[in-house]
C-alpha cells in the first residue's frame, strides 16, 4: 500500500491553522498513524486510530478520515511545533510511511 | 520508564555484515511486537522488519529480505537485526520500534543507532 503525503513542505506562523493531508492507494479503514519527527530525534507518536490522540498529546492536535484520505490538523501552530509529520498506514504488512511534511516557521 | 536503546552501528565495507541490538526496558518485552524501521540521511521513514512476541510470525520489506534477519530472546529483553550482504544504500540510522497493541502503530522507539556502508 502506498501512501501519498502532501504537501511536502509547509510556511506557517504561530498561531496558524494548519492541514496535512495523506492518501492511502487503496482502503485501510482507519489504520493510520500520525508521527512527529525533530532533527536528531526519534519520530513521536501523534495519532493513532485515524483519529485517536495518543496520551500526553495536546488536543490542539486532531485526526480525521477512513478508507483512502485522511488529515492531520493542528488548530493553533506553537512553536514546539515545527517539525516534520508522517503518516503511516498499519493495516498491512509492509508497513508503509508517506514522504513526510515539513513545517517551517514563514 | 518504557525504554529502548539501539546498539551496534558502525561503517561498514559494502558486502560486510552488522548485527544491531535493542535492549528493552519498562515494559514486559515478550508481550509486544516489535519492529525495525530505518531512516537514510535526509529522508524519509522505511519500515523494515516485524517480529511477535512470540517469536512466530515474521516480516521483511523487499528491500532486505533475504539479507537481513530479525530475531529476539525474552528473556534477556533484546531484540538483534542480522544485517548480511550490505549496500551502499543500507546507510541510515536504524530505530528499533514497538507495536502500541498487536499489528498497531509504534508507540515507542528507540533513539537510533547510525549504520554507514561505505569503501
Known amino acids: 500500500i502506498q501512501v501519498t503525503q502532501s504537501p511536502s513542505f509547509l510556511s506557517a506562523s504561530v498561531g496558524d491553522r494548519v492541514t496535512i493531508t495523506c492518501r492511502a492507494s487503496q482502503a485501510i479503514g482507519n489504520y493510520l498513524a500520525w508521527y512527529q519527527q525533530k532533527p536528531g530525534k526519534a519520530p513521536k507518536l501523534l495519532i493513532y486510530g485515524a483519529s485517536t490522540l495518543q496520551s500526553g498529546v495536546p488536543s490542539r492536535f486532531s485526526g480525521s478520515g477512513s478508507g483512502t484520505e485522511f488529515t492531520l490538523t493542528i488548530s493553533s501552530l506553537q512553536p514546539e511545533d515545527f517539525a516534520t509529520y508522517f503518516c503511516q498506514q498499519f493495516n498491512t504488512y509492509p508497513l508503509t510511511f508517506g514522504g513526510g511534511t515539513k513545517v517551517e516557521i514563514k | 520508564e518504557v525504554q529502548l536503546v539501539e546498539s551496534g552501528g558502525d561503517l561498514v565495507q559494502p558486502g560486510g555484515s552488522l548485527r544491531l541490538s535493542c535492549a528493552a526496558s519498562?515494559?514486559?518485552?515478550?508481550?509486544?511486537?516489535m519492529n525495525w524501521v530505518r531512516q537514510a540521511p535526509g529522508k524519509g521513514l522505511e519500515w523494515i522488519s516485524y517480529?511477535?512476541?512470540?517469536?512466530?510470525?515474521?516480516y521483511y520489506a523487499d528491500s532486505v529480505k533475504g539479507r537481513f534477519s530479525v530475531s529476539r530472546d525474552n528473556d534477556k529483553k533484546v531484540m538483534y537485526l542480522q544485517m548480511n550482504r550490505l549496500r551502499a544504500e543500507d546507510t541510515a540510522v536504524y530505530y528499533c520500534?514497538?507495536?502500541?497493541?498487536?499489528?498497531?502503530?509504534?508507540?515507542?522507539w528507540g533513539q537510533g543507532t547510525l549504520v554507514t556502508v561505505s569503501s
Open positions: 519498562g515494559f514486559t518485552f515478550s508481550s509486544f511486537e
Open positions: 520500534a514497538r507495536d502500541r497493541f498487536p499489528y498497531g502503530p509504534i508507540d515507542t
Open positions: 517480529i511477535s512476541g512470540s517469536r512466530i510470525t515474521i
